[in-house]
């Protein structure tokens, strides 16, 4: 396993070790022992979940204010831009936010910390995206803030794309509004 920093000290890109040869490939997708080695982090994942989308989807900006999650995240079909924004006041990065992309073909995740906001939009059809949660989902906590925001500033690479978004994302709070972990 690979460890990549970020512009975000805490969110961490993970490159595994793939194997691969004419008959397709392997990689070990999660190794705790290897994760808490490289990273410093030791997690215990309570929840897995499974997403598909087609072209032009993005979902998020989302969070829960209570019962925050860690999420490691991964694309097993298509193509993703995934973006973490930092909500955690005390940070030197609050407000903050990083992107990467992340696909079938490169095998990348990324390990988003409790206290942050989540959120993707999707670039490729029938794309299948993966994470495992800290915590379980806990709707009466979600929060969502707008993808758009422009005291966020982040950049999607959405030019030429029909965005698809969910009535709960169309109508998120403002990052100024929005509720903020400690």
């Not at 929060?143 to 709960?168: C, F, Y």
Request: glycine share 8%; with cysteine.
């Amino acid at each position: 396993m690979n460890l990549i920093d970020t512009a975000i000290a805490d969110v961490k890109i993970i490159e595994p070790k793939v194997f691969g040869d004419s008959r397709g490939f392997f990689y070990e997708s999660y190794n705790r022992r290897q994760f808490h080695q490289a990273s410093g982090v030791d997690v215990d994942f309570v929840q897995d979940n499974h997403s598909k989308s087609g072209l032009g989807v993005l979902r998020g900006l989302h969070y829960q204010i209570e019962h925050a999650q860690g999420k490691l995240v991964r694309v097993v079909s298509g193509k993703v831009f995934d973006v973490a924004v930092d909500l955690r006041r005390s940070s030197d990065t609050f407000g903050r936010w990083v992107g990467e992309i992340l696909s079938a073909e490169n095998c990348r995740q990324i390990w988003v910390p409790p206290g942050f906001a989540h959120g993707f939009v999707v670039l490729a059809d029938a794309t299948e995206f993966l994470y495992k949660t800290t915590d379980y989902y806990a709707p009466q906590h979600e929060r969502t803030i707008q993808w758009n925001d422009p005291d966020l500033g982040i950049d999607w690479p959405v030019a030429g794309l029909e965005l698809r978004l969910s009535d709960k994302d169309q109508h998120g709070t403002s990052f100024k509004d929005a509720d903020y972990f400690p």
